[in-house]
């Protein structure tokens, strides 16, 4: 199996991750030809990428830029989901590229307390961190890396200038998106930011957090741009697993790809079945409520739509009689403890309301995984519900439906029943 390694013994960047590919063996005209597929969103005659050898430190490395050769506009979430959708890139590094971004939006939503199509990129959204994702995701097929793996993240210290203003380091996104996945963390003696949003949305979701057994054949050094008093880079592994060398190891050998956090959820639970695992998970949610008698229907609307893509599990509104026999209703969401304030605060803001109650609920909850398929018309996620650890019944997303029908002028349950076509033949859609 190939793999590779990301040793960050000074953190890490978009632009040395993908440095550091290209130095351990990836061919830059091969990188560019596939990132030429960006187009129409993102012409290669926009861009132009400049890889450079150089001494840091007394170590050879190599350093990434991006030029773009005419403005460019800041893009939201949704414009970077729309170039992605229409780009000619290959499935698989579309759909890795979605699932990064995708995660960076969340966290960036939930840092900012905005729904996540609202999320604007700012340094992310620019072209040099559009093609650092993108190409890296690249890079990681092109090198046909099948497991990829990163050491633990030095995150530094104290604050870093941004189009929000001076945030603290790590910055609230970055370490937001290293939160989600539990992602190991280390002091560094250096100042300054050591760990970039792209980066740790990159390693966040295509990475394992681990050392693993390998036989190195390939080392890479990405630099950075920044001046430190030590080598500011990361270094590549490029090997084999060494599990490989063991004498049964092709008896029941196959083909391998390197998947994302989400596919590699469904895989595993497709692979425990001989550890018993519980039905479902009991747990602790909150529901927030409040009362209204003065609001329009189109204003709850938009309220449930801004609470679900502000972390709410659920959301909901019901008739009720209020004081006086005056018709009304209950706003109500369901949330994960954390989520409670800001959640709270979004329904104070966005409905007449001068109060906003919550009370803890245990819930039992099935394990759910989720899966991306390629249709037709483009990528589109799956929720999967699993009973002790088999898929008993898939969903397609919403969203990802829509913006396809829309897009490619077809109806939205064609997309829907292709979707399902793809996950299997006997897949049923839930609502």
């Not at 000074?10 to 990836?26: P, Q, S, T, V, Y």
């Not at 589109?380 to 829509?402: F, H, M, S, T």
């Amino acid at each position: 199996m190939n793999i590779a390694y990301i040793d960050c013994f000074h953190g890490a960047a978009g632009d040395m991750l993908l440095a550091g590919l290209i130095d351990a063996g990836l061919p830059l005209e091969r990188l560019q030809e596939v990132l030429a597929g960006l187009a129409p969103g993102l012409s290669p005659d926009t861009y132009r990428i400049q890889s450079d050898i150089v001494i840091s430190h007394h170590v050879r490395g190599r350093q990434l830029r991006v030029e773009t050769t005419e403005a460019q506009p800041a893009r939201s979430w949704s414009a970077i989901r729309q170039l992605l959708l229409e780009s000619t890139l290959p499935a698989r590094i579309r759909t890795h590229a979605l699932a990064v971004f995708e995660r960076l939006a969340r966290a960036e939503a939930a840092v900012h307390g905005v729904a996540v199509d609202h999320v604007h990129f700012h340094e992310v959204g620019a072209v040099d961190s559009i093609i650092d994702m993108v190409g890296c995701c690249a890079a990681l097929e092109l090198l046909e890396i099948e497991r990829l793996y990163a050491s633990p993240l030095p995150v530094g210290r104290g604050w870093v200038n941004t189009q929000h203003g001076p945030l603290p380091v790590p910055a609230p996104a970055t370490l937001a998106v290293l939160a989600d996945v539990g992602a190991p963390l280390l002091p560094a003696p250096s100042a300054g930011e050591l760990v970039t949003p792209t980066a740790a949305a990159l390693l966040a979701e295509l990475a394992d957090f681990d050392q693993p057994a390998m036989r190195v054949q390939q080392v890479g050094y990405g630099l950075g741009q920044k001046t430190f008093a030590r080598l500011n880079g990361l270094r590549v592994w490029v090997g084999t697993a060494l599990e490989d060398d063991s004498p049964d190891a092709h008896t029941h050998a196959e083909h391998h790809h390197m998947h994302t956090h989400a596919e590699h959820h469904h895989a595993h639970a497709q692979q425990e079945n001989q550890t018993a695992q519980p039905v479902a998970t009991s747990e602790t949610v909150v529901e927030l409520r409040c009362n209204l008698d003065d609001v329009t229907g189109e204003v709850i609307a938009y309220v449930i739509e801004q609470l679900l893509q502000a972390g709410a599990l659920d959301a909901w509104a019901a008739p009720l009689v209020m004081k006086k026999g005056r018709p009304g209703l209950q706003l109500a969401c369901l949330a994960q403890p954390a989520h409670v304030e800001p959640l709270a605060q979004l329904m104070l803001r966005e409905t007449p309301t001068f109060g906003v109650r919550w009370s803890p609920m245990q819930r039992l909850a099935l394990q759910r995984a989720s899966v991306t398929v390629q249709t037709p018309w483009g990528a589109v996620r799956l929720k999967q519900k699993l009973i002790d650890g088999e898929v008993v019944a898939n969903a397609p997303e919403y969203d990802d439906c829509a913006a396809l029908a829309q897009m490619h002028h077809v109806p939205l349950m064609q997309v829907y029943t292709a979707a399902l076509q793809m996950i299997g033949s006997n897949a049923t859609y839930q609502r």
